[in-house]
C-alpha cells in the first residue's frame, strides 16, 4: 500500500512524504526509531503543515506508535486517515487489556476516516466503536498478458512468511496426502519465518525432498515463481487481505485459500477460487486434487480470480480509490473550516 502511494498514478496527484515509524531489531532500537518519527512529524508540522496524515496501523505496538503520531498533530488540526490493514488487528483488539482498547477507540473515533480492508473488516471496526468509515481493498501490479503454457504442472506455490498462522504445517500435510497420486507434484514455500519445523515436518512425512523452502525471495522472484505455478494455496488462520494471493490471481493461477478476514469479501467458493477451512489437511488436499487433477477447472478458476483482481484490485483502480478518499476529507476539513 505504501509502494502505491510512493508511485503513480497517486505521486503524480500529490505530494507526498514518508515517515517511518517501525524497524525490527532490539527494543532500543525500535524505541529510538518510533521517537525519530514523531519528532519528525512534529518538525514537519511547524515548519510547513501538511493538508493531510495518512496513517497506516496494523495492531500492538503499531497502534501505540499511530497513537502517538495522532496526539502529535491533533494541536495542529491536521486531517487523519488512518489506514486499517493487520491481518491480527481484531484479534489484537479482543485480546489486549482494557486501557489499550481505550487507545484503538480512540485513535478510530478521532480519525476523520478510517479505511477498511472491505466489508467485513469494516464491520469489524464498526463493532470496536462507531467511526467513518471507507472501504479500500488492497492493490496489486496485474500483468498485461500470462503465459499458460510456461506453467509447470503440479508446481504448488505459497508466498509470504511462514508460520502458523499462515498455515504452513497444515499444506505440507496436505502436500503428503496428494503426493503419492500426482509424483511429479512440487511444493514450493517462499518467505521467511521459522522454516526449520516445516522442513522437519516434511522430512517426518516423507516428502522432504519435493517441498522446496529457499526462504526469503524478491519481488522478481516471485513474479517468476507466479508464472510457473500450477496452484498457489494459503491455508491461513487469519488475514486482512493477502497481497500473496492477490498477485498470484493476478498471475492466472488457480487459488486454494481459506475464508478469513477479507478474503470472502472477494472470493466465492468454486468461482474465484477455492475456500477450504483452516487447520484441516483432508479438505485442502481434495481442493489441490481437484486443481491438480482438472486442467478445465483450474483454468476457469485462474482466469476468474485474474479478472476480479484486475476490475477490483489493480494498481489504477485503488489509487483512484483512495484519491476519493483524500480528496473527500479534505473537502470536509475545508468547508469546516
Not at 519528525?40 to 497502534?63: C, E, F, K, Q, T
Not at 482438472?294 to 483454468?299: E, L, N, V
Amino acid at each position: 500500500m505504501v509502494a502505491t502511494a510512493l508511485n503513480p498514478p497517486l505521486r503524480d496527484r500529490y505530494d507526498m512524504a514518508r515517515i517511518s515509524t517501525h524497524r525490527e531489531g532490539p527494543v532500543a532500537l525500535r524505541v529510538a526509531v518510533a521517537a525519530r518519527a514523531g519528532a519528525l512529524l512534529l518538525a514537519r508540522l511547524i515548519a510547513r503543515r501538511p493538508d493531510l496524515l495518512w496513517i497506516h496501523m496494523s495492531a500492538r505496538g503499531s497502534v501505540q506508535r499511530k497513537a502517538l503520531l495522532m496526539a502529535v498533530a491533533r494541536p495542529f488540526r491536521v486531517p487523519v486517515i488512518v489506514h486499517s490493514h493487520g491481518s491480527q488487528f481484531g484479534d489484537y483488539y479482543r485480546d489486549t487489556t482494557k486501557p489499550r482498547r481505550a487507545v484503538v477507540r480512540w485513535v478510530l473515533r478521532n480519525a476523520d476516516l478510517v479505511i477498511a480492508l472491505g466489508p467485513s473488516w469494516d464491520a469489524r471496526i464498526q463493532e470496536m466503536t462507531p467511526c467513518t468509515v471507507a472501504q479500500v481493498l488492497n492493490p496489486v501490479a496485474v500483468p498485461a498478458t500470462i503465459d499458460h503454457d510456461a506453467k509447470d504442472p503440479g508446481l504448488i506455490v505459497c508466498t509470504g512468511r511462514l508460520g502458523d498462522r499462515k498455515g504452513s504445517a497444515t499444506l505440507v500435510r496436505a502436500f503428503a496426502l496428494v503426493a503419492d497420486r500426482f509424483p511429479s507434484a512440487r511444493l514450493v514455500l517462499a518467505g521467511d519465518g521459522d522454516a526449520d519445523p516445516v522442513r522437519a515436518l516434511a522430512s517426518e512425512l516423507g516428502v522432504a525432498d519435493r517441498v522446496d523452502l529457499p526462504g526469503w525471495v524478491s519481488a522478481a522472484d516471485v513474479t517468476k515463481l507466479l508464472s510457473r505455478a500450477s496452484v498457489f494455496a494459503l491455508p491461513s488462520r487469519n488475514e486482512g487481505l493477502p497481497i500473496a494471493m492477490l498477485e498470484a490471481m493476478a498471475h492466472g493461477v488457480p487459488c486454494i485459500v481459506t475464508p478469513v478476514g477479507g478474503i470472502p469479501d472477494v472470493v466465492t467458493d468454486g468461482e474465484q477460487a477455492l475456500l477450504v477451512a483452516p487447520d484441516d489437511p483432508t479438505a485442502l488436499s481434495a481442493a489441490l486434487t481437484t486443481i491438480l487433477a482438472d486442467d478445465t477447472q483450474a483454468r476457469t478458476l485462474g482466469d476468474a480470480g485474474r479478472a476480479m483482481v484486475r476490475d477490483r484490485c489493480s494498481t489504477p483502480v485503488i489509487a483512484e480509490r483512495l484519491a476519493e478518499c483524500f480528496d473527500t476529507v479534505l473537502g470536509s476539513r475545508r468547508r469546516a473550516e
